[in-house]
């Protein structure tokens, strides 16, 4: 027993030895070659700045507190993504193989260097010279400082210098979020002043004309002005004749932008140039690069921006419909409590999923398009005389809302005026084949079928 408790206690020791000296060893001698391969030793938390020269220039990116700035070529906040990832480069970059005792650093393109990165931290500066690939196995020649030798680098260090400045500068043209976002206004060429606002959850057109807006298309263009990226920069100190070329000497497009803290952004859009579309924002004199899909989603115009709802009322708030053909009544239901009864000649209690449709389809009743129109053209609209015409009353006994309808355009569509003067929209013909009332008991509730006579 006592022999086996001594062998027990030796082979435990033994263990602990190749567990301490051996594995803890070898994974200390692993990790001191892999810290030796490293080409460059500062950590990304210690790097302060960082300066990259190649035969397009010279480009600095200096740390401010938590963030970067590009400090040359040009002054402007940095791309914060863009830096992660050249952190991660210079971090990650490690050496597979070394030349040492190199005198001529010629023939390895580092004397002199095609590009050299210098970075910066509390204690001093690290320069790391980037030369040619080898002819075998792809890898790129590197020097560190002075050393003797020659560092062969894997995984495309020279991509760390083979950047345009533009990569690192920061592409966000604006620094608010929609949510701040309280009014725009779009001026167009040739066009009148387009101002949308917003009121808690929802957006009202206030010029040209007063009404509704779609929350949609409203809310959108608060979200991609916050969100628009710059795509380019073209000149950043431009000339009259520059913005001239640029057509922003008179835009095509001028957009104003208000937020909760009274504050105001403006942007104006030039010529279009192949995908882009130059543009310039207040504040700032360069002339500047969007994305055109970015011009049409913001410089919308009235019609676009309408509220598409053609009965904009919650079914729960009407207490009466009346339904015209013509200059006649043709059929009126009345609200009663819970239940809606026919009134009029034709009054009695009426058929329950027959208004339970017509109601969800008044709030479903979207306009296809808004078009501008004069009163001569809505007579040629037949909007001056209606064929049809619905109205709709709350509880209170006033008006909520009024459609009229005029000329039918084919099988598929009908021009529709609500209470927004000046404008009309075109609409599916289908709530009028499947909703309109042929007659005053079109809503009549089905009468109850006679007691069955069979014994």
Not at 270 to 299: E, K
Not at 411 to 423: C, F, I, K, N, S
């Amino acid at each position: 027993m006592l022999r086996t408790l001594i062998v027990l206690v030796l082979l435990a020791a033994l263990g602990g030895y190749v567990w301490f000296v051996e594995l803890k060893g070898k994974e200390a001698t692993e990790s001191a070659e892999k810290e030796a391969a490293r080409v460059f030793t500062a950590r990304r938390d210690e790097i302060r700045a960082i300066v990259l020269s190649g035969a397009d220039g010279e480009i600095e990116i200096v740390r401010e507190g938590e963030t970067w700035r590009l400090a040359r070529p040009v002054s402007d906040t940095a791309e914060q993504p863009a830096v992660t990832g050249l952190l991660s480069q210079i971090e990650g970059s490690s050496s597979i193989e070394t030349i040492d005792d190199v005198t001529d650093f010629a023939p390895f393109g580092l004397d002199p260097a095609a590009a050299v990165v210098r970075v910066r931290t509390a204690q001093g500066e690290e320069i790391v010279r980037i030369g040619k690939r080898s002819p075998v196995g792809g890898k790129t020649y590197v020097r560190r400082g002075d050393e003797p030798r020659v560092l062969q680098v894997s995984g495309g260090i020279e991509s760390i210098t083979g950047r345009p400045a533009g990569d690192y500068r920061n592409k966000q043209m604006f620094r608010f979020a929609a949510s701040e976002v309280t009014a725009v206004t779009i001026r167009r060429a040739g066009q009148p002043e387009l101002v949308v606002r917003r009121n808690g959850e929802d957006w009202r057109l206030t010029a040209p004309v007063s009404m509704d807006a779609d929350d949609g298309v409203a809310g959108g263009i608060a979200r991609d002005l916050a969100a628009l990226r710059i795509a380019g920069w073209q000149v950043e100190m431009p000339t009259a004749g520059d913005l001239a070329k640029a057509g922003l000497v008179q835009p095509e497009a001028r957009l104003e932008v208000e937020l909760a803290n009274g504050t105001r952004h403006e942007i104006a859009f030039g010529s279009q140039h192949g995908q882009d579309r130059f543009t310039r924002a207040a504040g700032r004199p360069a002339i500047l690069r969007v994305a055109d899909w970015n011009y049409q989603q913001l410089a919308k115009d009235p019609d676009a921006l309408r509220d598409r709802r053609l009965f904009p009322h919650a079914s729960d708030r009407v207490s009466r419909l009346e339904f015209y053909d013509g200059r006649s009544l043709t059929a009126a239901l009345e609200r009663h409590g819970a239940e809606w009864r026919l009134a009029g000649s034709a009054s009695g209690a009426t058929d329950a999923d027959k208004v339970i449709a017509l109601l969800a389809a008044l709030e479903a009743y979207r306009a296809n398009e808004w078009k501008a129109v004069s009163r001569a053209e809505r007579r040629d609209l037949q909007l001056e005389a209606p064929a049809r015409r619905l109205v709709a009353y709350g509880a209170d006994g006033k008006k909520l809302a009024e459609l009229a309808f005029g000329r039918a355009e084919g099988e598929w569509a009908v021009w529709v005026q609500t209470d927004a003067p000046g404008a009309a929209a075109k609409a599916p013909t289908e709530f009028l084949q499947s909703h309109w009332p042929a007659n005053g008991e079109s809503f009549a509730s089905a009468p109850e079928p006679a007691p069955s006579t069979d014994p």
